[in-house]
């Protein structure tokens, strides 16, 4: 089955440590997505990578380092500069081509990070 | 700056009624809106979509109608099922197709209970 892998799905970290959390896909998509979901929010764009080795910061990009080396891979590293790492994390990525499919993103089922 | 809200954050509705999911944005570059559905702790799956030169889109059980004038849309599920609970989310792009590709703008999101 193709899909969005997001690990781990829950993740408890201490103020000041640095996590990474892992997205990948087989949907032999380009481009790739980091959302942040907080109660009562809508999604907020983190980062986006386009095609390997290029990715671009997104609306709340601070405190946050991701990485592109291989297609399939899109690695989130939320640092101890992000004063309210706690939310839930959604990695997707969209169909590559032109035509309305193309608009659409497909999400994994997301990682929670909690900050002790 | 919200550019995309939902006002409604729940609804509830009989099983078999109309649920209607409300959605105002205040970009009027926006050219492409989504519906997305979300079960706790999932990630998002796309349900419908509808280009801003169309003011209706069909599928199944589920109608998307846009009012560009007014900058809202609206989601109608005919009829509603247990099933169908869960939170709605909307979406908006800018430039569909150009240098925006895949860059989601969400609102805030709508739960909405079916009762049996």
């Known amino acids: 089955d193709g899909g969005i892998t997001q690990s781990p799905k829950y993740l408890f970290r201490k103020e000041g440590q640095n996590v990474t959390l892992s997205c990948e896909q087989n949907?032999?998509?380009?481009?790739m997505y980091w959302y942040r979901q907080d109660p009562g929010q809508g999604l907020r764009l983190i980062y986006y990578s386009q095609i390997v080795n290029d990715f671009q910061k997104g609306d709340i990009a601070e405190g946050y380092s991701v990485s592109r080396e291989k297609k399939e891979s899109f690695p989130l590293t939320v640092t101890s500069a992000q004063k309210n790492p706690t939310a839930f994390y959604l990695c997707?990525?969209?169909?590559?081509?032109?035509?309305?499919?193309?608009?659409?993103?497909?999400f994994g089922a997301g990682s929670r990070l909690t900050v002790l | 700056d919200q550019q995309v809200k939902q006002n409604s954050p729940s609804l509830s509705v009989q099983e078999g009624r109309i649920s209607i999911l409300n959605c105002d944005y205040t970009?009027?570059?926006?050219?492409?809106f989504l519906w997305y559905k979300k079960y706790p702790a999932e990630g998002p799956t796309f349900l419908i979509s509808i280009s801003s030169i169309k003011d209706k889109n069909e599928d199944g059980r589920f109608t998307v109608f846009l009012n560009k004038s007014a900058k809202h849309l609206s989601l109608h599920i005919v009829p509603s099922q247990p099933g169908d609970s869960a939170v709605y989310f909307c979406a908006a792009m800018q430039n569909a197709g150009g240098t925006s590709y895949g860059k989601l703008t969400f609102g805030q999101g709508t739960i909405l209970t079916v009762h049996p």
């Open positions: 970009n009027s570059m926006f050219d492409y």
């Open positions: 949907l032999n998509h380009d481009a």
């Open positions: 997707a990525s969209r169909h590559p081509g032109s035509g309305s499919g193309a608009n659409v993103l497909t």
